[in-house]
């Protein structure tokens, strides 16, 4: 690459872009109002020395938000390029400008995402936001996820065994030929030449048991010949090769010398599991009553009342990876850029002590989002030997019961996802003789009362939290975190938020980060066009409702 300055707008491509967009375009108000918002330099580091000069990057990038603007696949885009004024203008290109073709944009992608060049794209286009004046400092902003289904077709189980032997068998064909034709099981030819979803599995249960320990049998026979002495070692670097092997490891196991299917709660867990051999990043998540195959996406957007709502952080996950667990994520990409919010709305998963308490200690910022409900009856804030009839002296250590009984333990533990927590114990002495013990422990045979807490902070900032809750003024404040399903809304219309275009977590990343930048710019243009925004749709059943 060869970086140059972009440079002004040909004279002729102003003159005929004015002409024949004589009320303009969201590629020429773009060009026109935030400047060139990349340049050659930015992507510098994407290219060899030396070499064929390519195309600008700068323009590519553009480009690419341009085509998530508009929803246009990489033929289109290229198309767009060679034949539309107004992406001409934006572009800053001669008329007769033949642009390239469409498997640079491609090209270009993998370029980006070896160097997470997605960021860097939202990047500029919120810094030309922020000079501006677009982008309140210390403002507000509110965050939601929602599902991203993966590229690749949703299989059940036994779908998934017999399509990943499939193509382990197609793999060793094309690298091994003569090889596998002398070890082949005959019947390999009938049941795997063609895809798993072609196949008419029987329905009966205990026949598709079987379908299922013949698949079962078939793969662990084709791993024993690949990791034989005298096969070839190539075999053994094969990718499909390393999945079968996985995917058998998951779902069989060996009983009495035979292949043997994994009962549910002897396979991994979610985050680990395999769900298709084509994308191997690809998860099962759950969110209400939707569960779904690929990844998860969490939006963060700006919210004040003055300017328009630009989404500054969009971060994608596996789907197995839950909405507790990304409020410090979403913050430090927010820190990155200098965007934090001084107030931070968020749904029901995101709000736990552990998150606020660190967004108020490592970035000034107040989490505002319901925190879930205790749902243990002896625990509960409101019972009669709930945890808040309890008196705690963190200073020395000791809870004191309602009855006036001291604990006797105070031990810093785990919980299971890895928190740090506080197990305090009464002794068994002074419970057992309570009369009511049976109110204050929740066991058919209670000993003793034990009590898990949080570290201090946590804990305070949690009674804290959950006291303001209850307030009508913290529930009406709240409603102003609804409005980031609109913006989910409208990428998933405009942008295909939720379906993957592409295969592996980097490239949807990639997308998402395009999807952010394009929401941006239509954002900013209607903001540029004085565009109201859409009313919240009401049916006309709920219009009549009459006020609480």
Not at 67 to 95: C, H, M, N, P, S
Not at 124 to 142: F, K, T
Not at 189 to 199: L, M, P, Q
Request: glycine share 8%.
């Amino acid at each position: 690459m060869r970086p140059a300055g972009l440079g002004e707008i040909p004279a002729e491509t102003v003159r005929v872009a004015r002409a024949a967009f004589p009320k303009g375009s969201l590629a020429i108000r773009v060009r026109d109002e935030l400047g060139l918002l990349f340049g050659d330099g930015q992507f510098a580091g994407l290219f060899p020395v030396r070499g064929k000069p390519a195309w600008s990057p700068g323009r590519l990038a553009l480009v690419l938000v341009l085509q998530f603007v508009e929803g246009l696949t990489d033929r289109q885009a290229a198309q767009a390029v060679r034949a539309r004024i107004d992406w001409k203008y934006a572009l800053g290109l001669e008329l007769a400008d033949a642009g390239f073709d469409y498997s640079v944009l491609s090209e270009f992608r993998d370029r980006l995402i070896k160097a997470d060049g997605g960021r860097e794209i939202l990047d500029a286009v919120l810094a030309a936001a922020r000079r501006r004046d677009l982008i309140v400092v210390r403002g507000r902003a509110r965050t939601d996820s929602t599902h991203v289904l993966s590229a690749v077709r949703e299989v059940n189980q036994l779908e998934l065994v017999a399509e990943t032997l499939r193509s382990a068998l197609n793999a060793v064909a094309r690298a091994e030929p003569d090889w596998l034709n002398g070890r082949a099981r005959p019947e390999w030819f009938k049941h795997y030449a063609t895809r798993a979803e072609d196949s008419r599995f029987p329905k009966d249960r205990s026949r598709r048991d079987q379908t299922y320990r013949r698949i079962g049998d078939d793969g662990m026979h084709l791993l024993k010949m690949i990791w034989a002495v005298d096969a070839p070692p190539s075999l053994r670097r094969l990718p499909q090769a390393e999945v079968l092997r996985q995917v058998w490891v998951q779902h069989f196991h060996m009983v009495d010398g035979e292949v043997a299917r994994r009962g549910p709660k002897d396979r991994p867990p979610g985050v680990m599991r395999l769900v298709t051999c084509y994308d191997l990043e690809a998860r099962t998540g759950g969110k209400g009553d939707i569960n779904w195959d690929g990844y998860k996406v969490h939006v963060t957007e700006t919210c004040d009342p003055d300017t328009p709502h630009l989404v500054t952080s969009v971060l994608t996950t596996l789907a197995s990876v839950s909405d507790a667990r990304m409020a410090a994520p979403v913050h430090d990409e927010l820190a990155r850029r200098d965007l934090l919010p001084g107030e931070h709305w968020v749904d029901a998963g995101y709000a736990n002590g552990g998150a606020l308490t660190a967004a108020r200690r490592d970035h000034q910022v107040d989490l505002h989002g319901p925190l879930k409900a205790v749902t243990v009856p002896h625990a509960r804030g409101d019972a009669a030997f709930g945890q808040n009839a309890f008196t705690i002296d963190w200073d020395n250590q000791l809870v004191t019961c309602p009855n006036g009984v001291v604990s006797t333990q105070w031990a810093q533990r785990r919980s299971e996802e890895g928190l740090a927590t506080i197990r305090v114990r009464f002794s068994p002495a002074d419970c057992g003789t309570c009369p009511q013990l049976t109110k204050c422990v929740n066991s058919p045979r209670p000993r003793r009362r034990e009590i898990n807490l949080r570290p201090r902070d946590e804990y305070e900032e949690l009674q804290q939290a959950r006291k303001l809750q209850t307030t009508a003024a913290w529930k009406d404040r709240y409603n102003i975190r609804a409005g980031v399903e609109g913006t989910i809304s409208q990428a998933v219309h405009a942008c295909g938020l939720r379906r993957s275009r592409y295969r592996g977590l980097a490239k949807t990343s990639l997308q998402h980060q395009l999807t952010g930048a394009a929401v941006n710019l239509i954002r900013i243009d209607a903001w540029l066009t004085n565009t109201p925004r859409a009313r919240t749709r009401i049916s006309p059943l709920t219009a009549l409702r009459p006020a609480a």
